[in-house]
């Protein structure tokens, strides 16, 4: 597009899942729609992820999937926009998906074809998508003006989808957050979200040399469990239990790890010193954990003897360290790494039902760039959905 002066029904600013999709549903509804994105191409984040395959949904979405200040504030856009609908729009375009576990979907070839079915569908639209267009300012007179690298464009309309603070590689910046404050709107804490754990001093040094070592375990903190798969890092901890338990947790709280999650380790131990009386406890370990796990806790944790030897009172706290083993994270891996942002723009300002700021009329904000954090697994792809259908059904209104 030459540079020059462009007239639209609404613009937005951010190419990514939201973005592409708010544009794709509210110019299928008639309106003139620009999208402005500022890195190279569209849906870098949705290519990156699920390992390339692109988990896209949850059919098992839940608002009790999501952190926010106001745990409400999900509920409308999630019960007007299902996985179902989404899952429509895959299969019109045919493209094969599979479940891997727990509702989570992923594109069984590449998550290319979700990119390119969103660029269809804002094709078919008659949407403008530029890349490559930094945006120098944005002002709000009788319509939005926003001035980029590739002109000036004015709407009556604007849509923020400019995303969060991970994983700056991607292009990821504050963008939206700065935009958001710009408009009288407050912007809640930030930090790393579905991200690894880091270790420092004495637990790291215990794990010093595991790095690649994964087990199924329970991840508690602040009351809150998650089972899955743990991996032991060079840096720390992560895999999936981990990433979901960091959303919950802070430097300074108490982490806790079921490392036999579903089994009393108390009983698997008395069962174990009756039928293998001889044998050494780090071998009975090994039976349960990875080989050099259960040589390492019998390093510096536990004792290794025959199992006749063992007395009550360390069959009890050889228990307790593997059924409730704290560990002492020192921090997280930061947005270098994190999968999304917590916090963000304060839903207070928002509405439910449109996504629109309550400060300026036809402003709206959606995606990740709202207080609104899903759990790994596909959901925050279905806030996007989700969000930026809301804001469509009324922009197309307005």
């Not at 620009?34 to 849906?43: F, L, S, T």
């Not at 999936?240 to 802070?250: D, E, F, R, T, V």
């Not at 069962?271 to 001889?278: C, E, I, K, M, T």
Request: charged share 15%; with cysteine.
């Amino acid at each position: 597009m030459a540079q020059g002066s462009f007239q639209a029904d609404v613009i937005i600013i951010g190419g990514g899942a939201a973005g592409l999709h708010c544009a794709a549903l509210a110019g299928a509804r008639g309106l003139r729609v620009v999208v402005i994105e500022h890195a190279n191409r569209v849906g870098k984040k949705i290519l990156m992820s699920g390992g390339g395959r692109c988990n896209f949904t949850n059919t098992g979405t839940t608002p009790a999937n999501y952190l926010s200040a106001n745990p409400h504030f999900c509920k409308s856009a999630l019960a007007r926009y299902t996985p179902w609908h989404f899952i429509e729009l895959v299969a019109k375009y045919d493209i094969a998906y599979h479940e891997k576990e727990l509702g989570q979907l992923f594109c069984d070839e590449s998550s290319k074809q979700i990119v390119a079915m969103l660029l269809a569908e804002c094709a078919a639209a008659n949407v403008s998508v530029l890349t490559s267009c930094s945006v120098d300012s944005v002002a709000h007179d009788d319509g939005f003006v926003v001035r980029t690298s590739q002109g000036i464009f004015r709407a009556p309309q604007l849509v923020c989808a400019a995303g969060g603070l991970s994983i700056p590689s991607m292009g990821a910046s504050g963008f939206g957050f700065d935009l958001a404050k710009q408009f009288g709107h407050e912007v809640l804490p930030l930090r790393a979200g579905l991200v690894p754990l880091t270790l420092s001093g004495k637990p790291q040094e215990r794990f010093e040399g595991l790095s690649g070592v994964a087990l199924p375990a329970t991840a508690t903190a602040n009351d809150v469990s998650f089972s899955n798969a743990m991996l032991i890092t060079h840096r720390g901890v992560s895999g999936p239990s981990i990433l979901q338990i960091s959303s919950y947790w802070q430097p300074g709280d108490r982490l806790m790890l079921d490392l036999l999650p579903g089994v009393d380790a108390h009983d698997a131990l008395l069962d174990a010193r009756a039928s293998q009386p001889n044998a050494e406890l780090r071998n009975v370990l090994s039976e349960w954990l990875p080989k050099r796990l259960a040589q390492r806790l019998c390093e510096y944790r536990f004792v290794s003897k025959p199992m006749k030897q063992l007395q009550h009172a360390e069959l009890r706290a050889i228990a307790d360290a593997l059924n409730s083993f704290e560990l002492v994270a020192s921090g997280t891996e930061g947005y270098r790494t994190a999968e999304v942002t917590l916090g963000g723009v304060n839903t207070d300002g928002l509405s439910s039902q449109t996504m629109m700021s309550r400060n300026v009329e036809g402003l709206y904000f959606i995606g990740e760039v709202v207080d609104v954090t899903g759990w790994l697994g596909g959901y925050n792809f279905q806030w996007a959905w989700a969000s930026a259908n809301a804001a469509a059904q009324a922009l197309a209104k307005n």
